[in-house]
Nanobody, 126 residues
Framework: QVQLVESGGGSVQAGGSLRLSCAASGRSIDTLTMGWFRQVPGKEREFVAAMSSTWTGGRTTYTNSVKGRFTISRESAKNTMYLQMNSLKPEDTAVYYC?????????????????WGQGTQVTVSS
C-alpha cells in the first residue's frame, strides 16, 4: 500500500511561485513513475507533469501549458516529490494531486496511475 500526502498549496498572486510537496510512504518513489495532476470543479482531472523511475533515467514530461514554468523533481532520501511552480497564472488555479503510476515510463494518462493523494488547493489571483 502507498500513501501520498501533498502539501504546499495556497493562495498567490499572478506571477508568483509555489512549491508543492508529495510525501510518500509504503513504497519508494524511485521505482515507478510519479506524476502531478490538477482538477478544476466541473472539469476532468488534467495531467500536469511526470517523472519516470530512476531506472529509466528520471525522464520528465509536462503538459504544454506549464512547460518552462513548472519543474517536477524528486528527493529520494526523503521519498518526496516536488512541483516547483513559477510565473503562476489564474488559469493554474486548481486542486493539485500527486500520483504513483503502474509503470516506470513517463505516462500521462490518468488510468495509468493507481495511487493518489488527497489533493492540495492552489489559487492564483489576478
Amino acid at each position: 500500500q502507498v500513501q501520498l500526502v501533498e502539501s504546499g498549496g495556497g493562495s498567490v498572486q499572478a506571477g508568483g511561485s509555489l512549491r508543492l510537496s508529495c510525501a510518500a510512504s509504503g513504497r519508494s518513489i524511485d521505482t515507478l513513475t510519479m506524476g502531478w495532476f490538477r482538477q478544476v470543479p466541473g472539469k476532468e482531472r488534467e495531467f500536469v507533469a511526470a517523472m519516470s523511475s530512476t531506472w529509466t533515467g528520471g525522464r520528465t514530461t509536462y503538459t504544454n501549458s506549464v512547460k518552462g514554468r513548472f519543474t517536477i523533481s524528486r528527493e529520494s532520501a526523503k521519498n518526496t516529490m516536488y512541483l516547483q511552480m513559477n510565473s503562476l497564472k489564474p488559469e493554474d488555479t486548481a486542486v493539485y494531486y500527486c500520483a504513483r503510476a503502474i509503470t516506470a515510463d513517463p505516462v500521462t494518462a490518468e488510468k495509468q496511475y493507481n495511487y493518489w493523494g488527497q489533493g492540495t488547493q492552489v489559487t492564483v489571483s489576478s
